[in-house]
């Protein structure tokens, strides 16, 4: 009876050795689980870290092309006019925040026929009625500023384009 007993004791210190047996018995995450819980929760901070950190850079890249965009705009004199600053419009406002204007006309056939010029070279455009009686031919609407900007340097290489085509801010 004493060697059972002897030897069920070396048994059970044997198998027993250390916390992580008594968790294994005890149902519980034995510490090679707690370390891949851990390398698993280190993995996704660095993610999140990683992402952060993405998105940080890309609103500074943003924010120094609108700030280059803008600082080019002011050295263009009169290149950007606003949309309330020349009346508004006789119908409904444009959707877009800013459109390249090529071409303000009192005839309307004048500003249709340059439409259709303009839509025969590619680009997205519509007409835009002012209540003082002009009609915009307006090209390239966009919803942000670096955008129209390197639209508007585009469009100066074309051939219908005017020299003094402008931006139009729909606020």
Known sequence: MRKITLILALAALILCQGCDAFRFLAGRPTSADLEAKRAVIEAARAEREKAVQDSIALVRKQEADSLAAVDSLNRMKNSVMSYSSLGGDSGSRPEHVYYIIVGAF????????????VVSAGYQAELINFRNGYVAVALCPSDSIVTAFDNLKKLKNEKFCPADAWILVNK
């Open 106 to 117: 009192m005839d309307r056939a004048n500003a249709e026929y340059m439409l259709k010029t």
